[in-house]
T-cell receptor, first 112, second 115 residues
Framework: GESVGLHLPTLSVQEGDNSIINCAYSNSASDYFIWYKQESGKGPQFIIDIRSNMDKRQGQRVTVLLNKTVKHLSLQIAATQPGDSAVYFCAEGMNRDDKIIFGKGTRLHILP | DTGVSQDPRHKITKRGQNVTFRCDPISEHNRLYWYRQTLGQGPEFLTYFQNEAQLEKSRLLSDRFSAERPKGSFSTLEIQRTEQGDSAMYLC?????????????FGPGTRLTVT
């Protein structure tokens, strides 16, 4: 079946360094991919999305890269801050219904 | 605060009891989604509405689960004869169909514990 997964369950990064969170997906028919951030006790929060016909998209301090050849998605966070501590999920969706399939998540831990 | 609210935030119930959760989406959003999330996992899609019409239900949604959105605004999710395996966080999200942004706005969730 369809699946969206992550390589690492936990990532520890020094404050101020850049973070790279990776994701593998299996459904080549997905129309877009999304990164969500979830802080403890809260619902997921949209960070950035990328259409399947793009390979890079930049937001504020974040960049998402899509490599369709190897079905790989990554989220780069520049100058990681304590407020970036959270679980990050990649997800994929289809235009026809916007139903999102989430992966298992990576916990980002910021070291002082 | 995303503008999506859920009530209650926490619910503890005994096995076999019925529970009902409510979701109030962002007012102009015509799509509403329900997800279930267990510890350490990503949210799993349960069902979604376009206005008042329920368009898709996951096979995760057994016959004990029912969702409604009677006037195309708020939605309720009812679980009948709860089982311990129903313990999870139930998340609601809303979005506006027809935009180029695929952003779903999530509520804070209702955490259900079945004892």
């Amino acid at each position: 079946g369809e699946s969206v997964g992550l390589h690492l369950p936990t990532l520890s990064v020094q404050e101020g360094d850049n973070s790279i969170i990776n994701c593998a997906y299996s459904n080549s028919a997905s129309d877009y991919f999304i990164w969500y951030k979830q802080e403890s006790g809260k619902g997921p929060q949209f960070i950035i999305d990328i259409r399947s016909n793009m390979d890079k998209r930049q937001g504020q301090r974040v960049t998402v890269l899509l490599n369709k050849t190897v079905k790989h998605l990554s989220l780069q966070i520049a100058a990681t801050q304590p407020g970036d501590s959270a679980v990050y999920f990649c997800a994929e969706g289809m235009n026809r219904d916007d139903k999102i399939i989430f992966g298992k998540g990576t916990r980002l831990h910021i070291l002082p | 605060d995303t503008g999506v609210s859920q009530d209650p935030r926490h619910k503890i119930t005994k096995r076999g009891q019925n529970v009902t959760f409510r979701c109030d989406p962002i007012s102009e959003h015509n799509r509403l989604y329900w997800y279930r999330q267990t510890l350490g996992q990503g949210p799993e899609f349960l069902t979604y509405f376009q206005n008042e019409a329920q368009l898709e239900k996951s096979r995760l949604l057994s016959d004990r689960f029912s969702a409604e959105r009677p006037k195309g605004s708020f939605s309720t999710l009812e679980i009948q004869r709860t089982e311990q395996g129903d313990s999870a966080m139930y998340l609601c999200a809303s979005s506006l169909d027809g935009t180029s942004i695929h952003e779903q706005y999530f509520g804070p969730g209702t955490r259900l514990t079945v004892t």
